[in-house]
């Protein structure tokens, strides 16, 4: 299995900044791309940002000019910096991960357990 984990989460004020990292582990023969998600109370899960891995980058329109992703191949790391942070940035982050897996050369499809992000108005 491919298992991720997650840091950086806490409770920013407005304004603020924070830096999220997600590591992956495992037995990976190759790493598609690595995202971001996230989850707020009484609302459906959306994409924050993603890259894959000839470091195209997607993001959702609520947080373009204020986070960036980035990822180091080496580490099979993922981070997610975030930059003017607003109340309605407040939500569970998870780390995804989509690739082929060398145990049988099977895909994979890995989430993180989620960090909390709060931000105080």
């Known amino acids: 299995q491919v298992q991720l984990v997650e840091s950086g989460g806490g409770l920013v004020q407005a304004g603020g900044s924070l830096r999220l990292s997600c590591a992956a582990s495992?037995?990976?023969?190759?790493?598609?791309?690595m995202g971001w998600y996230r989850q707020a109370p009484g609302k459906q899960r959306e994409l924050v940002a993603a890259i894959t891995s000839g470091g195209s980058t997607n993001y959702a329109d609520s947080v373009k000019g204020r986070f960036s992703i980035s990822r180091d191949n080496a580490k099979n790391t993922v981070y997610l910096q975030m930059n003017s942070l607003k109340p309605e940035d407040t939500a569970v982050y998870y780390c995804?991960?989509?690739?082929?897996?060398?145990?049988?050369?099977?895909?994979?499809?890995?989430w993180g357990q989620g960090t909390q992000v709060t931000v105080s108005s």
């Open positions: 495992g037995r990976i023969f190759s790493m598609n791309a």
């Open positions: 995804n991960a989509r690739g082929t897996s060398a145990s049988y050369y099977q895909p994979f499809d890995s």
